[in-house]
């Protein structure tokens, strides 16, 4: 009998423990919040302009008017759209004091003067405004598809205000990041529109390197043959220059994560100090290195696709088995050079070790994998591997080119081979970083970078 007493009020203290949260909207994000919110334990009332009309709502939530469901709680999740926010003038001493969560996003950027957060400040100037849940889709919360997006930025004036708001991010399993005073609302509200915005630059750069190299290519493998020979190579456009394009731009790419950090270097070497701010261009490109690399890797793997498909290629095939006629009917064998053997095994030994690398990189920089390894191993293989990686493929490029490299008979219209151009980057960005590792310059820039200065101001 006492044990059933207990469990009657441990009951009864949970259920007035209970915290009541009021939505106002009951579109498809006002319920799909509303049942995530009721699957964690809070009663939900839904403010809505027609009570009666409002169906498909989770059930244990009661609908009331807007100015009913304000009474019902002091928190009020604003699920309705900016337009619609002109009916809260009139509940302006109902929701004073109150916490008003604005969700809203717009349409497309700049759309208005202020953001939504403090437009809705202005019309309920008694109320405390937090901006928060806009980054999360009502898509994401009914399919509980949220590993991409937990994050929920939160902003506003009033901080014990921000700090509820905070708390009820985390009880649905989300992590809240304050993003200080309400001025923050419209980056916020921007973030959701923009559209691949760290990757803006580096899909630019790889478009240009790829049309630059692939003209460059059509140029010296179709438009010359046809001009001198009179011989149509226009297949080569399928499988031909692509396969040389996507390894041109791989390491073209791969290099330039690693040459802003050489230029960093070679700044702070020359300024004497580390405190001195970066220029905008140089710190958004280090912001893009992992975009750059990651992309480069997509053109590896590309390159590794299109190799395998070279035996089965008409083109090939039909070589191939031309020459082998050719030879038994001259009764002639090409001799065997050790050489060329020892080139072509090396070529591609490099290449193998060199992608193995590279996706090794493209794994250790997942967030998963990333979170689970401390800043020295990440740096390690970020770094001492990501130059490796570096002068593998490089390497693997210089001795695919192997005789012919700097031979004249390779030049097409004083054109040099689309390789010799690719290799310019990576080697300059390897010999700048064997200069700036010798232990003179690199003695140096590690005090700088201890907070050392050449010439301090104070």
Not at 77 to 98: C, P
Not at 190 to 205: A, G, I
Not at 388 to 413: D, E, N
């Amino acid at each position: 009998m006492e044990k059933t007493t207990d469990v009657l009020l441990l009951t009864m203290n949970s259920s007035e423990e209970q915290e009541t949260v009021c939505i106002f909207g009951t579109g498809d994000f006002g319920k799909s919040l509303g049942l995530e919110m009721l699957q964690c334990g809070y009663s939900i009332v839904f403010g809505s302009r027609n009570p009666q009309m409002s169906s498909l709502l989770p059930n244990g939530a009661e609908v009331l008017s807007y100015s009913e469901a304000a009474q019902k709680s002091d928190i009020i999740i604003m699920a309705i759209h900016r337009e619609h926010y002109d009916f809260l003038t009139e509940l302006t001493e109902v929701l004073n004091g109150k916490i008003l969560v604005d969700v809203s996003n717009n349409l497309k950027i700049k759309q208005y003067p202020q953001s939504n957060a403090e437009y809705l400040a202005q019309l309920v100037p008694g109320a405390h405004v937090v901006k928060a849940f806009n980054t999360i889709s009502a898509w994401a919360l009914q399919s509980r598809a949220l590993d991409a997006s937990r994050q929920v930025f939160v902003c506003g004036n009033d901080s014990k205000a921000k700090q509820r708001v905070m708390d009820i991010v985390r009880s649905l399993g989300l992590t809240p990041l304050d993003k200080g005073s309400l001025m923050a609302a419209n980056e916020i509200e921007n973030y959701p529109l923009q559209l691949f915005p760290m990757w803006k630059f580096p899909f630019y750069l790889s478009a240009v390197l790829c049309v630059f190299f692939f003209f460059y290519c059509v140029i010296r493998e179709v438009i010359y043959p046809y001009v001198y020979e009179k011989k149509d190579r226009t297949f080569h456009l399928a499988i031909s220059i692509p396969n040389r394009v996507f390894p041109i731009a791989a390491l073209t790419l791969l290099a330039l994560v690693y040459l802003p950090g050489v230029i960093a270097a070679i700044l702070q070497l020359y300024r004497g100090t580390k405190y001195r701010r970066f220029p905008d261009w140089l710190d958004h490109w280090m912001l893009c290195r992992k975009q750059l690399g990651l992309i480069a890797l997509g053109f590896a793997f590309l390159h590794v696709l299109y190799t395998l498909v070279i035996p089965i290629r008409y083109y090939v095939r039909w070589t191939w088995t031309n020459r082998t006629i050719a030879q038994a009917i001259a009764k002639k064998e090409r001799p065997f050079s050790t050489s060329t053997a020892w080139l072509s095994d090396s070529y591609i030994a490099m290449g193998m070790l060199g992608f193995f690398l590279f996706v090794l990189l493209g794994i250790t920089s997942l967030p998963s994998v990333s979170n689970m390894v401390n800043w020295r191993e990440f740096r390690f293989v970020q770094s001492k591997l990501g130059y490796l990686t570096l002068i593998l493929c490089t390497a693997h490029t210089l001795v695919y080119g192997g005789k012919r490299f700097l031979s004249p008979s390779s030049l097409v219209w004083y054109l040099p081979s689309a390789y010799v151009i690719a290799l310019i980057i990576p080697c300059t960005v390897l010999v700048i970083k064997f200069i700036l590792i010798l232990p003179c310059i690199d003695k140096t820039l590690t005090r700088i970078r201890e907070g050392w200065e050449r010439n301090p101001k104070f």
